[in-house]
């Protein structure tokens, strides 16, 4: 009696030892290539044709091979089997623990792939098959709507397609009933959509229809099915393309509400390590390296909030210094700032002028070189619209040459007719604009107000005049909003 519960306690124990499991053993078997090297290989974050190579094997003369890891890191996600042509590949799911064998012809890859010991990517392989059938019902409804010679034929041609464009969404959410707590059944609910309630909707008085509804409703139910929890979803090629579309398309490109959902995405991540560490990388690097005005804030505030506070774990301490370092030369620059002080020889009189000294309801600063294609396409240009429409607004203009001899800027300066503008040449660099404007590049414009607040970044002649637009109409409903009162 004592032996048969020893067995039972050893098989209990082995039991919970393979439930613990951690890391993958695939058994692959490709009979027609042998002595060939294959790779393992995963998403992150991104879609094809950005992957990474994890592993690799080499078959044998039977063309078979083994991958096997102990990482008690693995979390798993959607792999693939990649050949050494670095074209043939068939995609798989993979889940900490598994130890799964997959056979594989290489004639008939992707098709033909068989799986022995994973239910889940034998339903996967299901899914991939109905939806190859799909797309091509799909493809079909394309080429007949565009054959199609009534407007009979089209609205028919509509109505097909609008019934069967729920037979993915059904197959999907029909999975996630029967399969519940599924690798696949997160990456389901990962691609969920919002579907917006059909109908007109209303204001809260009941008669004013509500022209937002339908971009509020879809927003606000965004990440439903998404787990910001399960690292899995990082190895799928979903997340990239979900925060660009939730950042750059259904965020207002100002910086206040950039900032705002940044903090929202960042706390939803938190506590997850691959989910967490990928959205505020991508956050950084979308907002530092983005042309929109004003979103290196926003890319400031990730760095003073996260980055600095020690959130950033997988940086060295070199890496991270680079990206504060960053942050703290656009920090004095950014909108909504009183602008940093210029003070620079003049190019003719050699007496140090003052930007913060010029009177004007406009001063724009602008930084060149006479050297410079894109200065020479632009000077002109500005002043164009200088001489047109920024001169009788009351806007004033200072230059700063960053290169080039005296003679040189001279001519540039005459020859595209700037003469009367307060030109500057720091050819002793006594004055720190480089660094307070952060000018890696030439033309760089900067536009300040009368109180020398920073208005406007990084323009050009084609969007200086509507921004000082923008500004008198501001300044205009805030006059009229005081006479209200």
């Not at 693995?74 to 792999?79: A, E, H, K, L, N």
């Not at 799986?115 to 007949?144: D, I």
Request: with cysteine; glycine share 4%; proline share 4%.
């Amino acid at each position: 009696m004592k032996s048969i519960k020893l067995v039972a306690l050893l098989i209990i124990m082995g039991m919970a030892l393979t439930s613990q499991a951690k890391g993958y053993r695939i058994h692959l078997k490709m009979p027609d290539i042998k002595d060939s090297v294959v790779f393992l290989a995963h998403y992150y974050g991104k879609s094809l044709p950005t992957i990474y190579k994890r592993d690799s094997v080499r078959l044998d003369k039977m063309g078979t091979g083994e991958f096997k890891s102990d990482d008690p890191a693995f979390v798993g996600g959607i792999y693939m089997m990649l050949l050494s042509d670095m074209k043939t590949y068939f995609e798989f799911l993979l889940n900490s623990g598994d130890d799964i064998t997959i056979t594989a012809p290489v004639s008939k890859v992707p098709d033909g792939v068989k799986f022995k010991n994973s239910p889940e990517n034998e339903r996967f392989q299901a899914y991939v098959t109905f939806l190859k059938s799909y797309q091509a019902g799909q493809n079909a409804l394309t080429k007949e709507y565009a054959e199609a010679k009534t407007a009979t034929d089209s609205a028919n041609i509509r109505k097909k397609a609008e019934l069967t464009s729920h037979d993915l969404t059904n197959y999907r959410r029909d999975y996630v009933a029967k399969n519940p707590n599924t690798l696949l059944s997160a990456i389901f609910k990962a691609l969920e959509v919002p579907e917006v309630p059909k109908g007109d909707h209303f204001l809260a008085d009941g008669k004013t229809k509500d022209t937002t509804f339908t971009y509020r409703y879809y927003k606000a139910h965004f990440w439903d099915g998404f787990d910001f929890k399960d690292d899995r979803l990082i190895y799928t090629p979903i997340y990239d393309a979900k925060l660009e579309e939730y950042i750059n398309k259904l965020t207002l490109p100002w910086p206040d509400s950039v900032k705002a959902e940044s903090d929202f995405l960042v706390k939803k991540a938190r506590g997850s390590k691959d989910v967490f560490k990928y959205t505020l990388f991508w956050l950084a690097h979308t907002l530092e390296t983005s042309k929109i005005m004003g979103m290196d804030e926003a890319f400031v505030h990730l760095i003073e909030n996260y980055y600095m506070k020690g959130d950033a774990f997988w940086l060295t301490s070199e890496e991270l210094s680079k990206y504060i370092d960053r942050a703290q030369k656009i920090a004095p620059n950014v909108l909504g700032n009183v602008s940093p002080e210029v003070k620079v020889p003049n190019l003719y009189t050699k007496k140090l002028e003052s930007m913060h000294s010029i009177k004007a309801k406009y001063t724009l600063l602008v930084f060149y070189s006479p050297n410079c294609g894109h200065c020479q396409h632009e000077m002109p240009s500005l002043d164009s619209l200088y001489e047109a429409v920024l001169k009788p607004k009351g806007v004033k203009v200072m230059t700063v040459a960053t290169e080039g001899d005296e003679k040189a800027i001279k001519e540039f300066i005459k020859k595209y007719n700037f003469e009367d503008w307060t030109n500057c040449w720091d050819d002793e660099h006594i004055g720190d604009w480089r660094g307070k404007f952060d000018v890696y590049s030439t033309p760089t414009i900067y536009l300040m107000d009368e109180k020398k607040i920073i208005r406007g970044k990084r323009l050009d002649h084609t969007n200086i005049a509507s921004m000082i637009n923008i500004l008198e109409n501001k300044a205009k409903e805030k006059e009229k909003a005081k006479e209200n009162k």
